[in-house]
């Protein structure tokens, strides 16, 4: 066992190879097979290589496993399977780097939080891999096409995704009126009503997942990316909806940019990592993308 820092405070470190927490699930999404493109004004770029994102928005366990704390402001007793939120950007970027030295990855974030994306650890996606992981399909229409929705389809339901009055069994306990990771999948809760879920009312979803398999990247709570509004400020774009919008956004509209010490009962995150980051030209074209994004 070796106990590796990831930055020199004894805050962030981690015993290598410990596998602090469980495995975080992941679905892969290949590159090269996408175009990008201009969507609703806002241009999103190709992404010419593969990357593993999570397949559901990090929970409030798997955060707790590796940090020690529940910081999220849902609190109830099954609060291990709702997303982790009420965590500022800098608290995603030290999560991710403990994770990584705990699953034996190279940390992503240096001392001042730069990303350096040659190595193969965790980190929040750029807002084109986000972009891609919630809306390319490589089979719509025979030949590939991006949908609105982050679950493969042009429009919504309540049974799609969480929102604002959506009818999910938890809109009745409380802010934050989040559901748990991966709650549509097609099942159908509490049959015949009074069951252990929420507030007990039967509930049935469509499944969520999208072409990649991958949750809730439309819905029930925002997410943090690695993306900088602008080069001169720490704003973070975030993307996606929350249980308290009232309806969906579209995968390429943004929520705008918070603060890196900003913290929200409305904002999560999906991770992601390139497993090989230093083969190809990838590294180069994502190091470029990453600094005049704006
Ligand atoms: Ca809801
Ligand atoms: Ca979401």
């Not at 981690?14 to 679905?27: F, H, K």
């Not at 493969?152 to 049974?159: H, Q």
């Not at 499944?207 to 990649?212: H, V």
Request: aromatic share 14%; hydrophobic share 35%.
């Amino acid at each position: 066992m070796k106990k590796i820092c990831a930055f020199g405070l004894s805050a962030l470190c981690a015993v290598s190879g410990s596998a602090l927490g469980g495995t975080i699930p992941t679905s892969f999404v290949p590159g090269g097979d996408d175009p990008g493109g201009v969507f609703g004004g806002r241009t999103y770029e190709a992404v010419p290589y593969g990357f593993s994102i999570s397949t559901n928005l990090v929970s409030q366990l798997e955060f707790f496993e590796v940090m020690g704390t529940y910081p999220s402001a849902y609190s109830r007793p099954d609060r291990d399977v709702h997303p982790v939120e009420r965590v500022s950007w800098i608290g995603t970027a030290t999560f991710a780097n403990l994770k990584s030295i705990a699953d034996g990855f190279e940390p992503v974030y240096g001392a001042d939080w730069t990303p350096d994306y040659s190595k193969n650890g965790w980190r929040l996606p750029t807002v084109d891999e986000w972009f891609k992981a919630a809306a390319w399909d490589p089979t719509r229409g025979g030949t590939g096409g991006y949908w609105t929705y982050g679950f493969g389809r042009d429009s919504f339901s309540p049974a799609d995704a969480n929102y604002w009055a959506s009818g999910d069994p938890f809109e009745t306990t409380g802010n934050p009126r989040t559901t748990p990771v991966g709650f549509y999948d097609g099942s159908l809760y509490n049959p015949g009503g009074g069951g252990p879920t929420g507030d007990g009312s039967e509930f049935i979803t469509n499944p969520n997942s999208n072409y990649y398999g991958i949750h809730d990247l439309s819905g029930n709570v925002r997410e943090w990316t690695n993306t900088r509004e602008a080069p001169t400020n720490n704003n973070y774009v975030v993307h996606s909806s929350a249980w308290g919008d009232v309806g969906l956004r579209a995968n390429w509209e943004r929520v705008g940019g918070f603060d890196w010490n900003h913290a929200s009962d409305s904002i999560g995150f999906h991770l992601v990592r390139v497993p090989e980051p230093a083969t190809g030209l990838a590294l180069g074209l994502l190091g470029l993308l990453a600094l005049r994004r704006r």
